[in-house]
């Protein structure tokens, strides 16, 4: 039975609950489908752990006492997904303050207003109102999930909890007693750097010294 500090791999597929519209997946049989680039989207199992912030709190808690291969479905609330929809967050700009920074606003776009992203909801009379929510707020939503794997080796463990992060695996990983080195193509930011020993430590093994180096 999976605990609140396991590792797992889970596939999924989000939908909006009213409307079927599928907003996220891992499988690559549905990427065809719902015209999605696979050379630039990962669309392999993602990594979950109970007691982390990794996704939806009420995902990572319904995977305790499930056992790998399990599948089911789940609802979420709003409030569990991407928030109540707030009106407070709907404001309206004059259509000239977009030109003056060469946009021209049309509904549907997707624009950043004081370093913040907003969708334009409508156009005219001058002025153009935009929505600060998420797109997906107020929204119910639906996951049908698999329990695709249980991670056991202290090696997958960290090369899972490194993607996650970054969103590409190490090249390599080398465990030597309580030393660890992660080997990538690139440098690092220290905060990620940071983090991602962090969660090596709290959720694979505390007495692990890892280092981090670019090939």
Do not use: C, W
């Not at 009379?125 to 249980?150: S, W």
């Not at 490194?162 to 090249?171: L, N, Q, R, V």
Request: charged content about 30%; proline content about 4%.
């Amino acid at each position: 039975m999976i605990s609140e500090n396991d590792l797992v791999l889970i596939n999924f597929v989000g939908k909006v609950k009213s409307t079927g519209q599928v907003i996220d997946f891992t499988y690559k049989e549905l990427a065809e489908k719902e015209n999605v680039d696979t050379s630039k989207v990962d669309l392999s199992p993602v990594l979950v752990i109970p007691s982390a912030k990794y996704t939806f709190d009420a995902i990572s808690k319904s995977l305790i006492g499930k056992k790998e291969g399990d599948k089911y479905s789940l609802d979420l609330k709003p409030e569990e997904a991407f928030g109540k929809f707030n009106s407070k967050l709907v404001k309206t700009y004059s259509l000239d303050s977009f030109r003056e920074n060469k946009i021209n606003p049309s509904v549907g776009d997707m624009v950043s207003l004081d370093g913040m992203p907003a969708t334009v909801m409508s156009v005219g009379g001058g002025r153009v109102m935009v929505n600060f929510n998420h797109p997906l707020a107020g929204k119910e939503l639906t996951y049908d999930i698999e329990v695709f794997k249980v991670l056991a080796d202290d090696s997958e463990k960290i090369s899972a909890i490194f993607k996650h992060y970054i969103g590409k695996p190490p090249e390599k990983v080398e465990v030597k007693d309580s030393d660890v080195e992660i080997k990538y193509s690139s440098s690092i930011e220290k905060h990620v750097a940071d983090a991602i020993i962090d969660d090596i430590n709290k959720y694979v093994r505390k007495e692990f010294k890892v280092k981090i180096t670019s090939s």
